[in-house]
Structure formats: C-alpha cells, structure tokens
C-alpha cells in the first residue's frame, strides 16, 4: 500500500486566501485523522471521521476551518480565509480499528504558510 | 494540566549508552498507550505500543506503570539512527478514538 498521501505537501498562500489540504486515506482503513502541529502547540487533533461521518470536530479552531470526507477514499481540510497564525504542518492520518488497537498511520504532511 | 506530559530533554548520549525517559498521562481510564517515533520535518511513525505487562523490541523497552500514570521508554546500545523526537501517545476511555499527544522528548546521539 502507499500509505497516506497528503498533497499538496508545501503550501504558501497569503492571508485571506482560501486554503484546500487534501488526504487520501489507506485503503481499508475506517478511520481519518486531521493534525495540526506547531512548535508552540505540538500536535492536535481538529477532527476525525468514521466511515465518512464525521465524529468529533471539537478540536477544529474556528469557523474558518472546515473538513468533509465526501468518500471513503478522499478527505479536505479547508481553511477560508487564511490567517498568518494558521501555518503549521497539517497531517492526516488513518487506523482501522479491527485489530482492536488505534494505531494511526501518517502522511507527510502539508507544510503550510500564510504571509 | 495537560493531558500527555514529557521531558522535552534534550537527552545528548554517545552511541552505545542507554537513555531512558517517562511520561505521564492525567486520564486515568485511559486505555492505550504508544511511542512515535517524529524525524526532524518527518511524520510521526509508531515506534512501538506499550503493555500493562511491560514489552521490549529489540533495544528498545516500553514500561506502564498504571498506578502512577506514567509510561516510560528505554533505549539500550543507542545507535545514531535513534536520533530522533519520541512521542508519548495516549488514548481515552474505551471506544474513544482521540490519540493525545505528549509534546515529545528528543533525544540526540552523538558519535
């Protein structure tokens, strides 16, 4: 399997534009992860999805933030608009959780910044 | 109080020596637990997850000890490849699929 795939994987944008990260998921895997991490803040879960359905966005900073997962095999992460302190590298991520653990594997990240 | 806390370190070793550090976690119904392993602008890869009988792979050992809420990680024989960020993960109460992320302790090898 590929793993997870991030695109794109380095974005520069400029404040107030719109701001579309993308995942796809591996294959099989029930459960996607949304990451944020910054020096400051480490990492942190925004949301996450089962089966499609999102289950707990309370991680999700603001309104500007926004995450669908119209299938199985593609998940967005949108910011609209931008701001200076949204630059962080996003990570996906995903697990199936059969095997009665949670362990989630990671993309490479979309390293993200808003000037 | 954070969830997941570490020592951030660093912990500069010379090749061969073992370094060891802990972790602790303020949920007590926690139900998993795990070390990642974070390459400096890499993702976080797991390293290995943590029993409550204690578990080693190869040169590296995980212990948890449930009463006092830490998880701890033992490197023996430190390789430079070992260089690396080591991140303590925790997961809730049963059903809950949230990871909590320690902020990471990171660990230099030096040859």
């Known amino acids: 399997d590929a793993g997870v795939i991030q695109s794109p994987r380095h974005e520069v944008t400029e404040m107030g534009q719109e701001v579309t990260l993308r995942c796809k998921p591996i294959s099989g895997h029930d459960y996607l992860f949304w990451y944020r991490q910054t020096m400051m803040r480490g990492l942190e879960l925004l949301i996450y999805?089962?089966?499609?359905?999102?289950?707990?966005d309370s991680g999700m900073p603001e309104d500007r933030f926004s995450a669908k997962m119209p299938n199985a095999s593609f998940s967005t992460l949108k910011i609209q608009p931008s701001e200076p302190r949204d630059s962080a590298v996003y990570f996906c991520?995903?697990?199936?959780?059969?095997?009665?653990?949670?362990?989630?594997?990671f993309g490479a990240g979309t390293r993200l910044s808003v000037l | 109080r954070k969830e997941v806390e570490q020592d951030p370190g660093p912990f500069n070793v010379p090749e061969g020596a073992t370094v060891a550090f802990n972790c602790t976690y303020s949920n007590s119904a926690s139900q998993s637990f795990f070390w990642y392993r974070q390459d400096c602008r890499k993702e976080p890869k797991l390293l290995m997850s943590?029993?409550?009988s204690g578990n080693e792979d190869g040169r590296f050992t995980a212990q948890l000890n449930r009463a006092s809420q830490y998880i701890s990680l033992l490197i023996r024989d430190s390789k430079l490849s070992d260089s690396a960020t080591y991140l303590c993960v925790v997961t809730g109460f049963l059903g809950d699929y949230k990871l909590s992320f320690g902020a990471g302790t990171t660990v230099t090898v030096r040859a």
């Open positions: 943590v029993y409550s």
């Open positions: 999805f089962n089966n499609n359905v999102p289950i707990d």
């Open positions: 991520a995903s697990s199936e959780l059969w095997t009665g653990e949670n362990i989630q594997y």
